[in-house]
């Protein structure tokens, strides 16, 4: 028996993620904050490169190893089932725009700061659920999936904490995009 790269894309990005925390916390003194968090309202600027960057890379950064391993509980589960049924190029794709859409939206409607790969996750959570979805029907796992985690987001969205529930709900809602404008690569048949 040999290991298998199964995954390129989920592989590279969580070991990319695990790297960037371990040299942050070592070597590289907040190097996350500084290239792998998009600033909030007020802090970000249209005219700076590294804003610009940071919108893509700050689903790299990680508050913490708790942080980063609540977000690849869920990303090394179900994102090899998507690269499988989607492809790898499709699901870089989906989790860049991702990234792009909870990066910007944050950037100018928050003031605090945004880092972490759960917008992302919660993209995979709602995209999984499309993986048997048929043009006709709409699968009942992903209404219960969007109530449950989503409307659970929306609740904690009321709370005060350190947690972006919008960057779950932006990442769910691009996951419910990309499920139903872009059907999985038929398999085995």
């Given at each position: 028996?040999?290991?298998?790269?199964?995954?390129?894309?989920?592989?590279t990005?969580?070991?990319?993620?695990?790297?960037?925390?371990?040299?942050?916390?070592t070597?590289?003194?907040?190097?996350?904050?500084?290239?792998?968090?998009?600033?909030g309202?007020?802090?970000?600027?249209?005219?700076?490169?590294?804003?610009?960057?940071?919108?893509?890379?700050?689903?790299?950064?990680?508050a913490?190893?708790?942080?980063?391993?609540?977000?690849?509980?869920?990303?090394?589960?179900?994102?090899?089932?998507?690269?499988?049924n989607?492809?790898?190029?499709a699901?870089?794709?989906?989790?860049?725009?991702?990234?792009?859409?909870?990066?910007?939206?944050?950037?100018?409607?928050?003031?605090?700061?945004?880092?972490?790969?759960?917008?992302?996750?919660?993209?995979?959570?709602l995209?999984?659920?499309?993986?048997?979805?048929?043009?006709?029907?709409?699968?009942?796992?992903?209404?219960?999936?969007?109530?449950?985690?989503l409307?659970?987001?929306?609740?904690?969205?009321?709370?005060?904490?350190?947690?972006?529930?919008?960057?779950h709900?932006?990442?769910?809602?691009?996951?419910?995009l990309?499920?139903?404008?872009?059907?999985?690569?038929?398999?085995?048949?």
């Open positions: 028996m040999r290991l298998k790269y199964n995954a390129p894309v989920v592989l990005f969580t070991f990319l993620c695990a790297a960037v925390l371990i040299l942050s916390r070597v590289l003194k907040n190097l996350d904050r500084t290239w792998f968090m998009v600033p309202r007020g802090g970000f600027y249209a005219g700076n490169f590294r804003c610009w960057v940071t919108v893509f890379t700050h689903v790299m950064g990680h913490g190893w708790t942080h980063l391993l609540s977000n690849f509980s869920f990303i090394l589960l179900i994102g090899p089932i998507l690269e499988e989607y492809g790898s190029s699901l870089l794709f989906m989790m860049t725009v991702t990234a792009l859409v909870t990066g910007l939206v944050n950037a100018f409607l928050f003031r605090a700061g945004l880092m972490g790969a759960s917008g992302i996750a919660f993209m995979m959570i995209l999984i659920s499309f993986t048997n979805f048929s043009k006709e029907e709409i699968p009942l796992t992903f209404i219960l999936v969007l109530v449950l985690y409307g659970r987001e929306l609740v904690n969205s009321f709370s005060s904490n350190n947690v972006s529930e919008f960057a709900i932006a990442g769910g809602f691009c996951g419910c990309f499920g139903f404008l872009r059907p999985p690569k038929k398999t085995g048949t």
